[in-house]
């Protein structure tokens, strides 16, 4: 089993620019979970999604949107990256149960500038 | 709302010495989870262990223990015989019957040899 994939590694953009972030699981797990780290901020949470057709803002929602495609897969679009949006950003994955712990991809580093 | 705190920017230990990290956090839920996770400079995030709140005894895994003082909210990591691979950042992690994780700061914490 992969796990957590997600694809880019590494990106840069200019300022105004849009992309998406792709992660998939095999896991079959239910929850998904886009998060950004920042140094001296841990990781925050950006969306997530509890089940296959539903999203829900988390911390730091604002200039990003998702898709949750289907059970396995996750998106996450940045429409107009700003400068601000540099960061490493992490898809993980659970099971709905709050004691299960989640699963993290190998991050993406993306850089705009 | 929940937050963690590791009040630890960094610390350092001697190889084959131990340490402890510490993770305090604020909730007013009685039933959670808390996690220690992991990020080598590799930037996977690997769960080292797991707390259920309404467990009297503390989690031990292998050289890994937690210290979990559910009335002082205080969740700390102990680390025995430190190795060089320990060498990472840690975070402390609270997740509680809502689908989210809330992450602290981290520690970063490097072994001497």
């Known amino acids: 089993n992969a796990g957590v994939t997600q694809t880019p590694k590494f990106q840069v953009l200019k300022t105004g620019q849009s992309m998406t972030l792709q992660c998939a699981q095999d896991m079959n797990h239910n929850s998904m979970y886009w998060y950004r780290q920042d140094p001296g901020m841990g990781l925050r949470l950006i969306y997530y999604s509890a089940s296959e057709g539903t999203t829900d803002k988390g911390e730091v929602p604002n200039g990003y949107n998702v898709s949750r495609l289907n059970k396995r897969e996750f998106s996450l679009r940045l429409e107009s990256a700003a400068p601000s949006q540099t960061s490493v950003y992490f898809c993980?994955?659970?099971?709905?149960?709050?004691?299960?712990?989640?699963?993290f991809g190998p991050g993406t580093r993306l850089t705009v500038t | 709302a929940q937050t963690v705190t590791q009040s630890q920017p960094e610390m350092s230990v001697q190889e084959a010495e131990t340490v402890t990290l510490s993770c305090t956090y604020d909730t007013s839920e009685s039933d959670y989870y808390l996690f220690w996770y992991k990020q080598p400079p590799s930037r996977q995030m690997i769960l080292v262990i797991r707390q259920e709140a309404y467990k009297q005894q503390n989690a031990t895994e292998n050289r890994f223990s937690v210290n979990f003082q559910k009335a002082a909210k205080s969740f700390s990591l102990k680390i025995s015989d430190s190795q060089l691979g320990d060498a990472a950042m840690y975070f402390c992690a609270y997740r509680s019957t809502g689908d989210d994780m809330r992450f602290g700061a981290g520690t970063r914490l490097t072994v001497k040899p």
């Open positions: 993980a994955s659970s099971e709905v149960r709050s004691s299960y712990e989640q699963y």
